[in-house]
């Protein structure tokens, strides 16, 4: 088992910065990849952007350029920097960890809002 605990959402003006941190403790192994999704208000969860233990990483294109996602290994924690900051990016920020080749292994963090007002 593997938990998630999120912190750093709140309300933030359009163009300003907002910091997530996710982190993991339990049963963790190498190989893993960390996740942050968002789901907005009416929409579907969405991916935001990933990042596997080895460091690749991979951005929707909405965020392209204004978030950054990084982890600390040994502290088994990912974040979420996101600048210029839009309305678009309201929503319930998610963080997901998951062990790409072993089916099944996924887990959630509880969200975290993030509200950006214009």
């Known amino acids: 088992q593997v938990q998630l605990v999120e912190s750093g959402g709140g309300l933030v003006q359009a163009g300003g910065s907002l910091r997530l941190s996710c982190a993991a403790s339990g049963s963790i192994f190498s190989f893993n990849t960390m996740a942050w999704y968002r789901q907005g208000p009416g929409n579907q969860r969405e991916l935001v952007a990933a990042?596997?233990?080895?460091?690749?990483?991979n951005y929707a294109g909405s965020v392209k350029g204004r978030f950054t996602i990084a982890r600390d290994n040994a502290k088994n924690t990912v974040y979420l920097q996101m600048n210029s900051l839009k309305s678009e990016d309201t929503g319930v920020y998610y963080c997901?960890?998951?062990?790409?080749?072993?089916?099944?292994?996924?887990?959630w963090g509880q969200g975290t809002q993030v509200t950006v007002s214009s």
């Open positions: 990042i596997t233990s080895g460091g690749t990483t």
């Open positions: 997901r960890f998951y062990y790409p080749l072993t089916p099944g292994s996924d887990y």
